[in-house]
């Protein structure tokens, strides 16, 4: 693959790496059984069917770009289109400078031979009639040489021929400009003016492709410059783009895959903001929109439609539309996609035993197995205001009715059970997002994770959600298609929006190639310029600095600076948490010393003032002999109280007798 410049490469490859890495944690969450801690909602088939889509994107690029995985030419019919297209809006580019060509080989061929259109036209006419009625007059005009010769024109015809040669002067680029649309198949009516450009689709598509556009006419010369524009046409577009739109304007749009249930409404709201937008006319005339997607269905108001394989199974949602006759892979409308899910639904909402359908006076009762996918879908089963419908009450094994009931009916009315089949619906609305009791066990559709060859990509499936629907049986497909809503966003989000910004890249590679290459063409070599530079005189793939070198230096000195301040904050944190720490021990030490001059003091206030002299002149209590001291004087205090007791009790008895 040759691009046009890195900035492609670097898109591509870091919208791939993040989804390498997505499917890096989607499986080890599985495998290490931490969806509650993650919070992650991804099951196992959808990690599978993101892993088989993933892989089979290869080929879907190969086709887009026209080169395989070994960079080898492979030319596409997809990689032709895009590049036919354009070289086509290349042509809006270009007339500017092709026009100044034509209006200088016209005013010099003309200068030159003497011969404006009209009155060369005049002199032909008249040269044709008789010579002999004709007087030939040997003054030259202002267009002839001297020893030229030309026939006098009669009467005012001459004011009149000379009127219309200053018109076709005047009017000169207009009318070249005319004549090489003309020429090249391109409508008439456009402005004459320098050409804008915008790009709609999601957010990172519509950016990057913006700024992939500019840089390739970075260097361009003014008169095949032009203006790029992004917008998200789910979004913003109309609000910001649709009072902009001209005659002329281009206007390129990236359709998500409408096929799917969870991307129908996206496709249907893009399509409605660029028919809005070509919509618009001014003279008979409007923008000229083209559009790139994956639902082969042409969008009527759009001046071109590019569609892009897919290299894709079905989803269980385009699957069921194909068992019921709609050509889904051959495209549907966004409108008629929407009807067909929308009545998908509400046979879903109203599933449930016994259902009386009255309408104009007669009923119909539906109950049982019946096989409602062909009918239900186009509406029928819900249709008011027609006569009796008629249904076909075969069962059907081979696929689930959209009614998940096994019950029969006996062909009568039944009003009694009326508030049971209330009870019975608003049950089943209740459980359509509850978790769908599977059969298999997590741990057997984990063992799909483990790397093997047998499973190493999908999971041997026709289509995806086969096994699904064949373990459920008895579960409404509806439910069914939204297990895969999450899958579907996934495609839409990893894999078709890299498609469609590559087929930008591709498309606008080469109109921006065309426009490069006129120039060496018209000027023997001298005039020309690299797409893949700009006037910074940088290659496109070495990122702009976001400051200048004066604010790196400010910035250095600044984080040095910073330096020093933390380093100065530790170490005068480093002295303060030592002065606490000494303050400390010196407090313990006080601390100590108090309690144990407190002890003495309890100690020396138990001896009488005899024994207080005998411990002073034995060398007092000291605070290293404190204990052993203490214990030996309180037990001479108690022995000298216990004898004092027993004095006072033999006197008393004494004196008693």
Request: hydrophobic share 40%; with cysteine.
């Amino acid at each position: 693959m040759r691009p046009a410049e890195p900035c492609s490469v670097s898109v591509a490859a870091t919208h791939q790496v993040l989804t390498q890495i997505l499917l890096y944690l989607m499986r080890k969450v599985q495998l290490d059984h931490l969806e509650e801690v993650a919070g992650g909602k991804y099951s196992v088939e959808d990690f599978k069917v993101l892993e088989e889509l993933n892989h089979n994107n290869i080929a879907a690029m190969e086709e887009i770009v026209g080169y395989t995985r070994n960079n080898k030419k492979l030319p596409t019919k997809t990689e032709k289109t895009l590049r036919d297209k354009g070289r086509y809006w290349a042509l809006h580019v270009l007339e500017t400078p092709m026009s100044w060509m034509c209006s200088a080989t016209y005013v010099l061929v003309t200068f030159y031979c003497g011969y404006p259109i009209v009155f060369g036209l005049a002199q032909l006419v008249l040269r044709l009639q008789n010579d002999a009625q004709m007087k030939v007059v040997e003054e030259p005009s202002v267009f002839l040489r001297k020893d030229d010769k030309f026939i006098a024109i009669p009467g005012n015809w001459k004011y009149l021929i000379t009127f219309l040669d200053a018109a076709i002067y005047i009017f000169m680029p207009q009318w070249t400009v005319l004549m090489l649309r003309g020429l090249t198949g391109r409508r008439f009516l456009h402005r004459m003016v320098g050409r804008g450009i915008v790009v709609g689709d999601v957010p990172w598509v519509a950016q990057c492709v913006e700024a992939y556009l500019s840089k390739l006419f970075a260097c361009a010369y003014s008169a095949t410059s032009i203006a790029v524009y992004s917008g998200n046409p789910s979004d913003h577009l109309v609000h910001r783009m649709t009072h902009r739109v001209v005659r002329g304007g281009l206007v390129a749009c990236g359709r998500p895959d409408g096929r799917l249930m969870a991307l129908t409404s996206a496709e249907a709201s893009v399509c409605l903001s660029v028919s809005q937008a070509s919509s618009i006319l001014s003279i008979g005339s409007t923008c000229e929109s083209l559009t790139i997607g994956h639902n082969p269905t042409p969008l009527g108001l759009a001046a071109h439609n590019i569609f892009l394989p897919g290299f894709r199974k079905q989803f269980l949602c385009e699957n069921i539309l194909e068992r019921t006759g709609k050509r889904v892979s051959s495209g549907m409308s966004p409108g008629a996609l929407l009807g067909a899910y929308t009545n998908m639904r509400r046979m879903h909402s109203h599933a449930g035993a016994r259902r009386t359908i009255s309408s104009k006076g007669s009923s119909v009762i539906v109950g049982g197995s019946i096989d409602v996918s062909v009918h239900s879908l186009n509406g029928e089963l819900l249709r008011s205001g027609h006569q009796t419908c008629r249904f076909n009450t075969n069962i059907d094994e081979s696929m689930h009715s959209l009614f998940s009931v096994n019950e029969s009916t006996n062909g009568t009315d039944e009003p009694e059970e009326e508030e049971d089949e209330r009870t019975k619906h608003l049950k089943i609305l209740n459980d359509h997002d509850a978790p769908l009791k599977r059969q298999k066990s997590k741990m057997d559709r984990k063992k799909l994770l483990v790397s093997t060859h047998e499973n190493r990509l999908g999971m041997g499936e026709a289509y995806y959600g086969e096994h699904l629907e064949e373990e459920l049986k008895n579960t409404a497909l509806a439910r069914l298609c939204d297990e895969q809503n999450l899958a579907m966003r996934l495609y839409e989000s990893r894999i078709a929006s890299l498609q469609r910004c590559v087929a930008f890249f591709v498309l606008f590679h080469a109109m921006a190639k065309r426009v490069a290459d006129f120039w060496p063409s018209v000027s023997l070599g001298y005039l020309k310029y690299d797409i893949d530079r700009t006037h910074s005189i940088m290659r496109i793939a070495t990122t702009a600095s976001p400051v200048s070198g004066a604010e790196v230096r400010d910035r250095t000195v600044e984080l040095a600076k910073i330096k020093r301040l933390k380093n100065s904050k530790s170490k005068m944190l480093g002295f303060i948490r030592m002065r606490r720490d000494a303050l400390a021990m010196q407090a313990a030490e006080d601390e100590t010393l108090r309690k144990a001059e407190e002890e003495r003091r309890a100690l020396l206030s138990l001896l009488s003032p005899e024994q207080r002299q005998l411990i002073e002149a034995m060398g007092g209590l000291d605070s290293s002999g404190s204990n052993l001291n203490a214990m030996l004087i309180a037990t001479l205090a108690q022995n000298h109280t216990a004898q004092n007791s027993a004095h006072n009790d033999d006197l008393q008895i004494n004196g008693v007798v």
